[in-house]
């Protein structure tokens, strides 16, 4: 395959890579379109998921830098909090995670991510949604208080989605085409490529991976807060920087080269709908595949609600990209036991 060669800047190999891109042969059947998934769930272990692409980018200019400790944010159960502090244990560094919580005071219990980032020795400081808007600030006073105390702290933005960590899914989106080419799936057959949106930086990369290979397939995403509006600006804004810091040579036009598929945010940011976790439990069942309540499930459960409009709705063939999140599943066991 005709593939452009991209130069990359630099980056710290720690995901298992290619991940396997397959079939899903029955839910294809049922859903009456080719249906694949890009399994980035298993880029590893504790490391599973899409933050980690963006990562190996973020790791090594933080690398660069002389950083001895990385500070970073998100959500309580934050995929991405949990891969840096990960991470960070692999790689000897230290690790300081602003996580969300309505109540500092009464912390969430130590399950999922949240014990996985306690015990890769990251530093946990919870913080009130209110401060979590104004997120810059408590990153400045976190690192002028390591600074003081001699350290060299690397700040990483919430899901690594900057202009450093969209060339993990600009590399992601040379390696689904190479995956593709592989399976004969690189036929020019109407195919979308769909997946979820959080914080904009895999999608930024995935548009910017197409554009940079001239590849001829669609990008959807299904935003799971937020709506179609505020993710136009982040993820264009991370496409336009990325443009502009690494001098490329193209540009993206946001409403022409995107599709967002806005209106399943459902009960809200890491809230579930009982219909959502029914989907996800029927994916387990019919394919073996476990999809996480906060993003895939959200998204695979909008890709479906649209194909049941119109199933021609993302051409012939959807390529699924699997992002990841299976450490979700377990805060919300109780929920999905009902439903199973
Ligand atoms: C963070 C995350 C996403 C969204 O990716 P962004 O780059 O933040 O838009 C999707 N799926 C999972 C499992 C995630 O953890």
Redesign the pocket.
Known sequence: MPVATITYPERIPLAHLPTPLEPLRRLSKELGVELWIKRDDLTGMALS???IR?LEFSFAAARAQGADVVLTCGGAQ???ARATAVSAARLGLNCRLLLRTADPGQPPPLSGNILLDHMAGAEIVWITPEAYREREIVFAREAAKLRRAGRTPFIIPE?A?DAVGAWG?IRAMAELAEGMDSAGILDGRPTTIV?????????AGLLLGAKLLNLSLRIACIN?CDNADYFQHVIGDICTTCIQDYDLNLSIDMSADLEIVDGYVGRGYAFSQPEELALICEVARKEGLFL?P???GK?FYGMVSELAKDSCCFGERIVFIH???LF?LFPVAEEIAELC
């Open positions: 998921g899409n933050k963006k934050s995929n991405h899901g989605s899914y997946a979820a949106t959080g914080s904009g930086g895999t999608v799971v996480d906060v993003y895939t998204a992002t990841g999140g979700g």
